[in-house]
Every structure is written in structure tokens, then in C-alpha cells.
């Protein structure tokens, strides 16, 4: 039940989540795909999350790791973050509170201090999940927000549509096969023709200023 409320409220906050339900199954998942963030919980069956953890720093993964549990003594909590974690957070928990919580980590791990992301005359607020352009509002669909934020976290480099793929479709989603393609077009047409620039062969990127 935590699992499934943390799945949707997080896929209403625009993420893309991928749920495994087991140690081991996160295991693998760290070692096959870079994601943001990740929502670790300690009591998991076949593989205890702290060894989920100790692992994954073991193998030089730095992606952000929440801990999520429900074991509050401080020694618990020290224990965590001495093996590598994050944050930490103890159930229940708002969330609102989680949320916040995984825009702080993002926004470390890309090296901003500052919530709103800036880039020439677009602003992007993760929080609010408003774009505006020159002070304008500018209307966006869910992935069309996921990719602009995915191209402005790291102006500059470029993502083939694979990498935008991962960032837009959790692995139960059927992908089009021109879906990366379509939001592209949209997103120039609402920001401008050079907003986002092809890379031949290799993929899009937004300009570094």
C-alpha cells in the first residue's frame, strides 16, 4: 500500500517511477539503470535495504538515495547515513514532505542551489511545475515538462532519445515509436525553433549559454 502511494502520488508530481519490490530486484535495477533519485526502503525482502545501499556505494553509484523507513532510533537513522544515504525519512510521511524531499536531492545532485531552474529567458519550477518564457506562462503537458527539465538540468549535453525515453516512460508504458520526436516539436513550437537543437545521430540538446 505504501509502495502503490508513493508510485502515484510521485507519477502525479510529473516523475517517472519504476517499483521493485524486493532487494535484489533493486539491486539490479541500480546496477542497469541511472536514475535520479532513489526511494530505498530498509525492510525489503531477500536483500536488507542497508545492504541495497552499501552496495550500490560499493560500486561507485552516487544517484541521490532516500532512505524510507520505518525504524526511527537514532542509531538507525546514523547507521543509514554513515552507509551512504542521502536523506532519510521515517513512516508515515506527507506526501508533500517526500516530494520536497526529492527536489532537494535532484537539485544537489545537479549541483543548484537555486529552486527555479534558469536558462536565457525560461524559467522552470519544479515545484509548481510552471514554465514561463520572457515572464509568460507557457502551458506544457506532463512530459513535455519531464523533457525540458530533463535537457535544462545539464545544458549543453546532449541525450539521445533512448536517454529521454527513460526520463519520460516507466517500464510498464508502451513507448511510440516517434513519442520523443513529437514532444520535441511541441516544445519548440511553444518556446522557439532553436530552443532545442538536434545533434545528427546522436540527439537533442539545449545549448549551452
Known sequence: MVGESIRDGLGQEGYTVDWVRDGKGAETALGAEPY????????LPRMDGLDVLRAARAQRNDVPILVITARDAVADRIK??????????????????????????????????????????????????????????????????????????RPGAVLSRAQLEERLYGWDEEVGSNAVEVHIHNLRRKLGADTIRNVRGVGYTIPAQ
Request: no cysteine; net charge negative; aromatic share 4%.
Open 36 to 43: 535520479a533519485a532513489v526511494l530505498l526502503d530498509l525492510g
Open 80 to 153: 543509514g547515513l554513515d552507509a551512504g544515504a542521502d536523506d532519510y525519512l521515517v513512516k508515515p510521511f506527507d506526501l508533500d514532505e517526500l516530494a520536497a524531499r526529492v527536489r532537494a536531492l535532484v537539485r544537489r545532485a545537479e549541483g543548484r542551489a537555486e529552486p527555479v531552474v534558469r536558462h536565457g529567458p525560461i524559467a522552470l519550477d519544479p515545484a509548481t511545475r510552471a514554465v514561463t518564457l520572457r515572464g509568460h506562462p507557457v502551458e506544457l503537458s506532463g512530459r513535455e515538462f519531464a523533457l525540458l527539465q530533463a535537457l535544462l538540468a
